[in-house]
């Protein structure tokens, strides 16, 4: 199988601007997640999407936003970019299940001017 | 709240000498232990986790309740161990699933 694809893998832009991130997880994977990392925080998680819902979201601001779409492939909306917003955005997808391996994209690099 | 802590950033060892790379965690409920690896140029990638209690590349971790550990070992490191690697947990229980990283220890393999 492939693995999970995150476009684009590099992207800059300037503060106030708005991106859309993109992963496609792994078929079959139906439950999608959203980390930014960053040198100073480490990982971090923003969000998970199983079935186009988000079933858990963490402590960043409403500017990021995210949806998936019925073939589980996942968007993250990230608005007024601030400079801090720079970062590697990492998405992960997984099969439900307890015991079920989450296996990680190779990241999307947004720089923000 | 949920907390994971790698005190060392870095990491430095000889080949075939052992390594311990420490890991602690802070949760109310019971956790389930997992360390990611990233090699240069590649991207995360699981190594093990404390439920299925396998040993991978000739690494281990107990995971030590009492202690609130899960420590990373291996007892001859090797210079392909060179990499980036990070502690993380989740929350038990069903449904979402939420991982917490440590901020990670780079450890280096000196020939």
């Known amino acids: 199988k492939a693995g999970v694809t995150q476009t684009p893998r590099y992207l800059i832009k300037t503060r106030g601007q708005q991106v859309t991130l993109s992963c496609s997880p792994i078929?079959?994977?139906?439950?999608v997640s959203w980390y930014q990392q960053t040198p100073g925080q480490g990982l971090q998680f923003l969000f998970e999407?199983?079935?186009?819902?988000?079933?858990n979201k963490g402590n960043f601001p409403g500017r990021f936003s995210g949806r998936q779409f019925s073939n589980s492939r996942s968007e993250m909306n990230v608005s007024t970019l601030e400079l801090g917003d720079s970062a590697l955005y990492l998405c992960?997808?997984?099969?439900?299940?307890?015991?079920?391996?989450?296996?990680f994209g190779p990241g999307t690099r947004l720089t923000v001017l | 709240a949920q907390r994971v802590t790698q005190p060392e950033k870095l990491l430095s060892v000889f080949k075939g000498a052992p390594v311990e790379l420490k890991c602690n965690y802070s949760?109310?409920?019971?956790?389930?232990l997992f360390w990611y690896v990233q090699y240069s140029r590649q991207r995360l990638q699981l190594l093990l986790r404390?439920?299925s209690r396998e040993s991978i590349k000739g690494f281990t971790a107990d995971l030590n309740k009492g202690e609130t550990s899960f420590h990373l070992k291996k007892p001859f490191a090797q210079e392909e161990d060179s990499a980036m690697y990070y502690c993380?947990?989740?929350?038990?229980?069903?449904?979402?699933?939420?991982?917490?990283f440590g901020k990670g220890t780079k450890l280096s393999v000196i020939p």
């Open positions: 078929s079959g994977h139906r439950s």
């Open positions: 992960a997808s997984r099969e439900q299940g307890a015991d079920n391996e989450q296996f």
């Open positions: 993380a947990l989740s929350g038990s229980g069903a449904g979402s699933y939420q991982l917490t």
């Open positions: 404390h439920i």
């Open positions: 999407y199983f079935s186009e819902t988000q079933r």
């Open positions: 949760y109310s409920g019971s956790p389930e």
